[in-house]
């Protein structure tokens, strides 16, 4: 794009400087070679989700599983901020984490920093579509736990692909930033819209749900994380042990909608359900323990969010979820209070 000068004349390729030609004449402003655009630098907030409802089906021949699920955006936020690195290729893409994320260094540093983290394939999947794009730096700031049944992963590149659009003036719609997403995960469309949503297919198919009040929670992650892949590969087996055939989902409960809808938290309590707790109870026993004294502890109700380890104790309003948090901490556990919905990835610097 041409750059225009201050007396009106385009200076294609650098920046205008002045010479000593007669002012109006074709010699007044003059390229300057040591001339190079400036760094530019986008911060994007995303949120991590939990599942309120969550039904499995089947393993199908794809190697999938179909899903219905009922997406709750919730207040613990993945930052990714973007710099871009002028003259330097878009594959030219290099992270780090923030000394500001809030998790365990032992756990920090399991997040690869190299192509196989879901940001870089973000970026690049941007940077296929821009029309001049340079090298960026992506930092990460983590809160959302490592595995833990949270989208986290999903939150920073839906971060990513916000802070590149942006960064890069591809221009396109949340529609299309969430076409991009679905190639890299199923949870990254709904980072994007955050919110509620019903996810049905693989949990790529979102339809926002009606949920204007907040409800509240209390989050305890665990120490350790679970591997998605296994913990379905575990729900598999415990069926094919116990005989059970799953059907195939559909949709959610109406209750759960109708519960969302009216911000009840009293009504969403008999309605939560995740079809792989007990798998990952069965691959992490001691979760039984935590989703006990949460009850015993006044929680309305309990469940591993996703495919866990993280536990989501609903409670009554935003003083009840302060009171549970400070109770479950006593217990020597951590516990952070949050709300949901909220918005999804979002610019912020």
Not at 312 to 326: G, P, V, Y
């Amino acid at each position: 794009m041409n750059k225009r000068g201050r007396g009106g004349a385009a200076t294609p390729g650098g920046a205008a400087t002045p010479s000593s030609g007669a002012p109006g004449s074709a010699d007044q402003f003059v390229t300057d070679p040591t001339w190079a655009p400036a760094a530019r630098r986008v911060k994007v907030r995303a949120p991590g989700k939990i599942n309120a409802y969550f039904q499995v089906g089947p393993l199908r021949a794809d190697g999938y599983h179909a899903v219905a699920s009922s997406y709750v955006a919730v207040s613990l936020y993945e930052e990714v901020a973007a710099t871009s690195r002028p003259g330097t290729p878009a594959t030219e893409i290099t992270v780090s984490l923030s000394p500001e994320s809030s998790l365990e260094p032992e756990l920090l540093a399991t997040i690869p920093l190299d192509a196989s983290n879901l940001v870089v394939r973000a970026a690049l999947l941007v940077a296929g579509i821009a029309e001049d794009p340079s090298g960026v730096h992506l930092e990460i700031t983590k809160h959302v736990p490592i595995a833990g049944g949270m989208g986290g992963g999903s939150a920073d590149a839906a971060a990513t692909l916000v802070a590149c659009d942006a960064l890069w003036h591809t221009g396109l719609s949340r529609e299309e930033l969430a076409q991009l997403g679905s190639e890299l995960g199923s949870d990254v469309p709904f980072a994007l819209m955050g919110g509620a949503a019903v996810g049905l297919g693989i949990g790529d198919e979102l339809s926002p749900a009606l949920a204007p009040t907040p409800l509240h929670w209390v989050l305890v992650p665990a120490d350790f994380g679970l591997s998605t892949p296994v913990v379905y590969d575990r729900l598999d087996a415990l069926r094919l042990a116990a005989g059970i055939t799953a059907s195939e989902p559909s949709q959610i409960k109406a209750g759960v909608l109708a519960a969302l809808r009216a911000g009840d938290a009293q009504a969403l309590a008999p309605w939560l359900h995740n079809d792989l707790q007990a798998s990952a109870v069965s691959l992490a026993p001691s979760l039984t323990q935590t989703l006990a004294e949460g009850k015993s502890l006044g929680a309305l109700a309990a469940l591993v969010s996703g495919s866990g380890p993280t536990i989501a104790f609903l409670a009554e309003d935003a003083d009840h979820a302060q009171s549970l948090s400070a109770a479950l901490a006593g217990l020597g556990h951590e516990a952070w209070a949050v709300q949901g919905p909220v918005h999804g990835a979002h610019i912020v610097a």
